[in-house]
């Protein structure tokens, strides 16, 4: 089986798929076969534009064809976890876009389905799989840094379009959920684990979503972390990690290049760190092809996606009720 290449259908004509066909295209194991959309004629467009060879009116007409092994589902929020589950039930293993789903119990009713149909499903990280990512998770790993003490972040840029999905609440629209993950995913995982107690704070926009999140997460061994998210705010985003000994700055964290740098500081003594990288959502399609032909763990275990959930949960819950919220996973 290590020598397939793998069938993949994308669920939807999503903005987001503008990312992700590049690496499906130049990838040796992972072919784009199909696409579906809500009308023929918009996927039949959408096909010939991306030059792709099946086109599907119904979403349920993709998960049908026998020929497609993996789907790619960037489908608004909400309906992350409803076809997910209806597509491991049709037989296919699915990389969702993030968020996950809007709550541990949808997290775990993907992971029970997965199991039973053993499908593979995994939450699309990107930056997970970048080679700055792992060196930054080796420099904390090795003690450049000392014991870790704070983490800093922060994701946001100005969206103002009208009828946006990410602005409406009952899409799971929000600046946590669209962009605040990525510093809450990126802490957890340079701290190796998940935090035992958050705190937030939030400025509601005209629709009722969260405009703008600002968000705490004490972990074990008094390791700190703070960030903030926002939809009105200028692009904006960097990670600050702080040792005992040191401190380690990342400009690009959560969309890497192909080059990128890095900033590890002691005293007065700034070391650059260059590092050359794939191309950044290339590696989250590889990583689906190591999963199903390899049979590896994905680096994205429904484990900890479900981490990731249970802690924007309980910052949203935070937000609302102004108290600190303990987690237990």
């Known amino acids: 089986m290590a020598d397939k290449v793998l069938n993949w259908g994308l669920l939807s004509t999503a903005r987001i ?15 784009l076969l199909a696409v579906a959309s809500r009308t023929q004629e918009a996927a039949d467009n959408y096909a010939r534009e991306q030059n792709i060879s099946r086109a599907y009116g119904t979403y349920e007409a993709l998960l049908a064809d026998p020929e497609i092994d993996v789907i790619y589902n960037p489908l608004p929020n909400h309906l992350h976890a ?23 119990e949808a997290v775990e009713a993907m992971k029970s389905a997965a199991r039973k149909h053993d499908r593979i499903v995994a939450e699309a990280f990107m930056y997970r799989h970048h080679a700055q990512t792992l060196k930054v998770q080796e420099l904390v790993k090795n003690g450049s840094l000392g014991s870790l003490k704070l983490i800093r972040g922060s994701f946001s840029f100005v969206l103002d379009r009208e009828g946006d999905v990410r602005l409406d609440p009952a899409m799971g629209g929000g600046s946590i959920w669209d962009v605040g993950c990525y510093p809450i995913s990126y802490a957890r995982t340079v701290v190796g684990g998940n935090p035992l107690e958050v705190f937030g704070w939030q400025v509601t926009g005209p629709t009722g979503i969260d405009e703008t999140f600002v968000g705490q997460m004490r972990f074990e061994h008094d390791v700190y972390a703070q960030f903030g998210c926002s939809f009105a705010i200028p692009f904006h985003n960097f990670m600050e990690i702080v040792g005992s000994e040191g401190t380690l700055n ?4 959560f969309k890497p290049d192909t080059d990128e740098k890095i900033y590890l500081r002691h005293g007065e003594k700034t070391e650059t760190i260059k590092i050359k990288g794939q ?41 609302r009720s102004g108290k600190p919220v303990s987690i237990s996973y």
């Open 82 to 104: 409803e076809w997910t589950i209806k597509a491991v039930e049709a037989g296919k293993h699915v990389l969702c876009e993030k968020p996950l789903a809007l709550s541990v």
């Open 279 to 319: 191309e950044v959502y290339l590696g989250e399609v590889e990583d689906m092809a190591d999963a199903i032909l390899l049979g590896h763990d994905p680096r994205i275990s429904l484990d900890d996606s479900r981490a990731n959930v249970a802690v924007i949960c309980a910052l949203l819950e935070s937000a």
């Open 17 to 31: 798929n503008r990312a992700l066909i590049p690496p499906l295209q130049v990838s040796r194991r992972n072919h």
């Open 250 to 253: 990342i400009p690009s964290p």
